[in-house]
């Protein structure tokens, strides 16, 4: 219930958290050990094109609509738990049989057809270097595969979120982090070819869908859902997820398009797509750890609610959900915004990575940064309409964001290059964000208390007066030494101190609840 929501919140971005962490370990070895180059060029691009499907199909249509099904089918008729359970197994083994045939026949496709997809969709602007174009085609059909397992493997989570088990499926990600650092780390003692830390890290890619994978069917096997094997066939629950997945197709997987539209546009310059992933990795991680926790653990709670008739229940849900969300993420979006550069120069330079790359990266980052919010609240305002199986609006919004972010990317990129794809990005998302809480308050679905109105104002308050400090100080964090223990400590201790600050500000001002982060302090305390 909404009393226990921080502390699923918590569960959920502590697990993305260590996963990112990680993630970043990762980059900052592959930055050193391939840099802007060809080959990283290669890589991010390709690796984009199969992680696209997987968040298109799998975490976006696919899982939006399977995971309000399945938590209807948990709660049962009349309450009865055990009918309950029989039914969403069986409903969980008719969706495996049939999500499963449809992926190994598309995956065969794709595989006969690569050179065209990678002609055509893929890297277009790689049609005039050879070398690059071969190798993204080697590349791309090594790691395609890996779209089949992160598909199942969306499912086996939204199966276990729905149980409101929420740690194995959150924690399962870093298997990817652990897999392509292993890798970089041999790859960087042993000096090998870039050419080939490309191939071999694309294997590790495919390596850590199947790890994944493996996990998660022992874990819901561990809570009795495992099922058997069953020849596909069109049940009426099924008929109803592919119905509800149409729409869904683009609402669910909306930034993934857009980055890809972007990813299209940047192969005209080069290096362009290595810079946007440097700096989308950072922005990935206020929007992974908190909105994929918001994402996570609101829908089924929000669908559960629904299925009882709870109706205060479900506004409590949603209007804690969005404190939650812009406390954590306007801090972050402020730090990006003012010193981008000071936090891309500490975690990427060395090796091939110059203060060049440091710049253009810096750019782009507070670029991304300035949508950060949106993008946030994008989680929390779409399952408001996915719990009520309204997939429709979500849809038509999302498609104005899609020619919001294209009009805007081909407008800004031949002015500010790289910068303004980005930039097309984040002004995308504020549309959809704003068109979502518009139509949700005409509903009345949705309707902020004086509480939570107060409690935000508050937030923005805070943050803006933490935005002015590190303002003052950003030219010196800029100009600091370059040893990295010195940037190390001096751009650590003003992050830390500015959320310090910002924290501080925040429960002074009613911004955030003491009462209501108490249990979550005191739990951390416990295991300190």
């Known amino acids: 219930m909404a009393s226990g929501l921080i502390g699923k919140f918590a569960t959920v971005g502590g697990a993305t958290m260590a996963s990112r962490v990680?993630?970043?370990?990762?980059?900052?070895?592959?930055?050193?050990?391939?840099?802007?180059?060809?080959?990283?060029?290669?890589?991010?691009?390709?690796?984009?094109?199969?992680?696209?499907?997987?968040?298109?199909?799998?975490?976006?249509?696919?899982?939006?609509?399977?995971?309000?099904?399945?938590?209807?089918?948990?709660?049962?008729?009349?309450?009865?738990?055990?009918?309950?359970?029989?039914?969403?197994?069986?409903?969980?083994?008719?969706?495996?049989?049939?999500?499963?045939s449809w992926l190994i026949v598309l995956?065969?496709?794709?595989?006969?057809?690569?050179?065209?997809?990678?002609?055509?969709?893929?890297?277009?602007?790689?049609?005039?270097?050879?070398?690059?174009?071969?190798?993204?085609?080697?590349?791309?059909?090594?790691?395609?595969?890996?779209?089949?397992?992160?598909?199942?493997?969306?499912?086996?989570?939204?199966?276990?979120?729905?149980?409101?088990?929420?740690?194995?499926?959150?924690?399962?990600?870093?298997?990817?982090?652990?897999?392509?650092?292993?890798?970089?780390?041999?790859?960087?003692?042993?000096?090998?070819?870039?050419?080939?830390?490309?191939?071999?890290?694309?294997?590790?890619?495919?390596?850590?869908?199947?790890?994944?994978?493996?996990?998660?069917w022992f874990g819901i096997k561990r809570e009795g859902m495992a099922f058997a094997l069953a020849a596909p066939k069109l049940t009426a629950p099924v008929k109803r997820l592919l119905v509800l997945m149409g729409p869904g197709l683009l609402t669910g997987g909306v930034l993934q398009i857009n980055l890809l539209v972007g990813t299209i546009i940047a192969t005209a310059q080069d290096g362009a797509n290595a810079l946007l992933n440097y700096a989308d990795r950072l922005n990935q991680l206020p929007l992974g750890v908190i909105g994929i926790a918001v994402g996570v653990v609101l829908l089924p709670e929000l669908s559960r609610a629904l299925k009882a008739g709870d109706a205060a229940e479900a506004q409590k849900l949603q209007n804690r959900s969005l404190e939650f969300a812009l406390a954590l993420t306007l801090p972050a979006a402020v730090g990006f915004i003012v010193i981008p550069d000071a936090i891309v120069s500490l975690l990427y330079e060395r090796g091939a990575f110059d203060a060049t790359a440091t710049r253009n990266t810096a750019m782009a980052l507070a670029a991304f940064a300035t949508g950060l919010p949106a993008y946030v609240a994008i989680k929390v305002f779409q399952p408001v309409f996915f719990a009520r199986e309204d997939m429709k609006t979500p849809f038509r919004l999302s498609v104005l964001m899609v020619v919001v972010n294209i009009a805007?990317?081909?407008?800004?990129?031949?002015?500010?290059?790289?910068?303004?794809i980005a930039l097309a990005t984040s002004i995308s998302a504020w549309v959809n964000v704003i068109g979502l809480a518009a139509i949700a308050w005409t509903r009345g679905e949705f309707r902020p208390t004086s509480t939570t109105l107060r409690r935000l104002t508050g937030l923005l308050v805070s943050a803006g007066v933490m935005g002015l400090g590190l303002w003052l100080i950003r030219d010196w964090l800029t100009d600091l030494d370059a040893i990295f223990l010195i940037r190390l400590a001096a751009v650590g201790g003003t992050i830390a101190v500015a959320a310090?600050?910002?924290?501080?500000?925040?429960?002074a001002s009613g911004g955030l609840s003491k009462d209501e982060f108490a249990p979550l302090l005191r739990r951390f305390g416990k295991r300190a």
């Not at 802007?36 to 249509?61: H, I, K, M, Q, S």
């Not at 805007?408 to 303004?420: D, E, K, Q, R, T």
């Not at 310090?500 to 429960?507: G, K, N, P, W």
């Open 408 to 420: 805007a990317s081909l407008l800004m990129f031949p002015i500010i290059g790289h910068g303004g």
């Open 107 to 216: 995956t065969v496709l794709a595989l006969l057809t690569m050179p065209w997809l990678v002609a055509t969709v893929v890297a277009p602007g790689f049609n005039d270097t050879p070398e690059k174009f071969d190798l993204a085609v080697t590349m791309t059909r090594i790691m395609f595969p890996y779209l089949l397992c992160m598909s199942l493997v969306a499912m086996f989570s939204g199966i276990l979120n729905s149980l409101r088990r929420y740690f194995l499926a959150a924690i399962v990600p870093v298997l990817l982090n652990v897999i392509l650092v292993s890798i970089l780390t041999v790859a960087i003692w042993f000096d090998w070819p870039e050419r080939q830390v490309g191939i071999v890290l694309a294997f590790g890619v495919l390596a850590s869908g199947v790890v994944q994978l493996a996990a998660l």
């Open 500 to 507: 310090l600050a910002y924290f501080a500000i925040a429960f």
């Open 22 to 100: 990680i993630g970043f370990v990762r980059e900052a070895m592959m930055a050193a050990a391939l840099g802007t180059g060809p080959v990283a060029d290669v890589f991010y691009t390709c690796f984009r094109f199969p992680n696209l499907f997987r968040r298109l199909f799998a975490e976006g249509a696919f899982n939006i609509a399977f995971v309000p099904l399945f938590a209807k089918e948990l709660e049962g008729e009349g309450g009865d738990k055990e009918s309950g359970e029989d039914a969403a197994r069986a409903f969980a083994r008719d969706v495996f049989a049939v999500l499963a």
